[in-house]
């Protein structure tokens, strides 16, 4: 390899080893790597969406992604990094600062907006709260909760006393849950779901009415309000344009 090649592909840590971080990265993860910051030098580039399968080292390459941020003098403090789970976060966040400490020495990256998405969201919503209507003070419902009290809305309502089964709880919570993040009307999400249950569409309006009042007089919200209240408060122009300038 010539060496105008070498330097662009390595970087001097502050033992002035050479460190080359992204050899273990095929063509393709390289290429999403390096998106808009190549050689060290910024390229003019737009959005990048890697559609990827199982398998294909998804979650390697997003971690060299944000280490090749931070190397080339990105702020981490300005970097969303998002997944699914807490372990997949935290998971993440390791992955980045090995990378980062193999290619200048630095043993921690602090990355304030990494996390899942419902972690971020809810950290937003505390912070601009009282901007949409919400206490800071709010509670978090996890699945299980969330559905202990669609079942105790259920019961209020009368619903686990008739005479043909109504839907379970968890179920109920399923359907809601679908209802609400496809944003699809119910009555397709029963057609195309849950065709079982398709009998108890007005009773299913009425038990997740009652559910969402319930929840503000109680000043909760669940999983899917985290995201539901996030997207909204985005549509907010005054918010969004300050939350748009940190990353």
Request: hydrophobic fraction near 40%.
């Amino acid at each position: 390899m010539a060496e105008s090649e070498t330097v662009r592909n390595s970087l001097s840590n502050t033992a002035g080893t050479i460190v080359r971080y992204l050899d273990e990265l095929n063509s393709q993860q390289r290429q999403a790597v390096e998106h808009g910051i190549k050689d060290g030098e910024e390229i003019n580039a737009g959005p990048l969406l890697v559609i990827a399968g199982a398998g294909s080292g998804k979650t390697k390459t997003l971690a060299y992604r944000v280490a090749h941020l931070v190397v080339n003098d990105v702020d981490p403090h300005r970097v969303l990094l998002l997944t699914f789970s807490r372990r997949a976060a935290e998971e993440m966040i390791r992955r980045v600062e090995r990378i980062t400490k193999a290619a200048l020495g630095v043993g921690q990256v602090d990355l304030p907006w990494a996390g899942t998405f419902h972690a971020v969201g809810a950290r937003l919503l505390r912070e601009f709260a009282n901007h949409i209507g919400l206490k800071p003070s709010f509670t978090i419902l996890d699945r299980s909760d969330a559905a202990d009290l669609m079942n105790l809305v259920r019961h209020e309502l009368g619903q686990s006393n008739k005479e043909e089964r109504f839907p379970q709880k968890n179920t109920c919570l399923a359907i809601y849950s679908l209802t609400i993040n496809s944003r699809t009307p119910l009555e397709r999400v029963l057609t195309k779901q849950f065709p079982w249950c398709e009998e108890w569409e007005g009773e299913l309006q009425d038990l997740f009415r009652e559910y969402v009042n319930t929840k503000q007089r109680q000043n909760v919200l669940d999983y899917d309000d985290l995201l539901l209240y996030w997207a909204e408060m985005m549509k907010v122009e005054e918010i969004a344009k300050e939350i748009g300038e940190r990353v």
